[in-house]
């Protein structure tokens, strides 16, 4: 196929989001071989082409048409969303999809034993970041005046060595804030992994490998939580059983050879279903209980 005709896709080439978006687009069905430089990933069963490098390449990479898709982290996008604005000039990237990976926050955290008195308190200090412009935003919503330190990384160090009197930091779990005897105090950006796409039109094979791309993620997320379910119910507690299957439609109700009083209940449940459904069913009068998980849905 005209190498113009295959999609290109960037995704982080090392890091946090390397795994999750690689595992994504293998559980869409992508089979792909890494070249030896390792920089591109040839997709084999797909006209999809994988390009690996730097989380923050990758808005522009996107923008200025040298990908047709990435999967990047919000705050970077947001960060560079404001960032173009700044410049004078509007960020052309689209967000396709909101993912369910690289969850965190970026959050402003002060030193343990500070006493922080809500964001005022930042009024007239240091605040050391890798994200100025989404930090600046965050202050200027709320007319405060302080210092950005920008920095490249290595943030959390900052007011240990006396340059910053707090961060502003990406955080998951929040153990490199314990470690470094901070506490975060300010939510300034939820986070999440994104797909999004060039501003440019793409030719119409391209664009179908989009669609089919797009209908693929939304399977993949949904059957993560879901779980195929199947129990025995009395006819009679029916409907009360019906409404304790988590996040189910239309469940399939079947008859039961020599059982004229009890009917075989199967249904697809959007949510995860949790050992106290279980027992609450079997409250209720179910048995024969089975959870499946769900590999693959299209609705
Ligand atoms: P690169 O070398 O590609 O620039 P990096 O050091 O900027 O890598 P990572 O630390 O791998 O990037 O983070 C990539 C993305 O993962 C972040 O932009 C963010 O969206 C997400 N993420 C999720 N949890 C965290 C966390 N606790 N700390 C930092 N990033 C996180
Ligand atoms: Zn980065």
Not at 87 to 105: I, K, M, P, Q
Not at 138 to 161: C, D, H, N, Q
Not at 265 to 293: D, M, Y
Request: with cysteine.
């Amino acid at each position: 196929m005209d190498k113009d005709l295959r999609l290109k896709l960037a995704v982080q080439k090392s890091g946090r989001l390397t795994d999750p978006s690689v595992d994504l687009l293998v559980r869409c069905g992508l089979k792909f071989s890494r070249g030896k430089d390792q920089l591109v990933g040839y997709g084999e069963n797909m006209p999809l082409d994988l390009l690996f490098v730097r989380d923050d390449d990758i808005p522009d990479l996107v923008q200025e048409d040298v990908s047709d898709l990435g999967l990047v982290g919000l705050n970077v996008i947001e960060e560079k969303r404001l960032e173009l604005a700044a410049r004078g000039t509007a960020a052309r990237f689209e967000v396709l999809r909101s993912l369910d990976f690289g969850r965190c926050r970026l959050s402003i955290a002060v030193p343990d034993g500070t006493l922080f008195t809500g964001p005022d308190w930042l009024r007239g200090k240091r605040i050391a970041t890798t994200y100025p412009y989404l930090l600046a935003h965050y202050l200027a919503e709320r007319k405060i005046e302080a210092e950005i330190v920008t920095l490249s990384g290595a943030v959390e160090i900052a007011p240990r060595l006396g340059r910053a009197d707090a961060i502003c930091d990406l955080v998951s779990t929040g153990s490199t804030l314990v470690a470094n005897r901070l506490h975060e105090v300010e939510t300034v950006l939820e986070s999440h992994a994104v797909l999004i796409r060039t501003p440019v039109a793409l030719p119409a094979v391209k664009n179908e490998w989009v669609e089919r791309l797009l209908m693929r993620i939304d399977g993949v997320q949904q059957v993560k939580e879901s779980k195929y379910i199947m129990l025995h119910a009395p006819r009679a507690a029916l409907a009360e059983i019906r409404g304790l299957l988590p996040g189910s439609e239309s469940p399939t109700i079947i008859p039961l050879d020599g059982h004229p009083d009890k009917v075989a209940i199967h249904a697809v449940c959007r949510e995860n279903v949790f050992w106290e459904t279980l027992e609450s069913l079997k409250k209720a009068g179910a048995s024969a209980l089975l959870v499946l998980p769900v590999e693959k849905m299209l609705a």
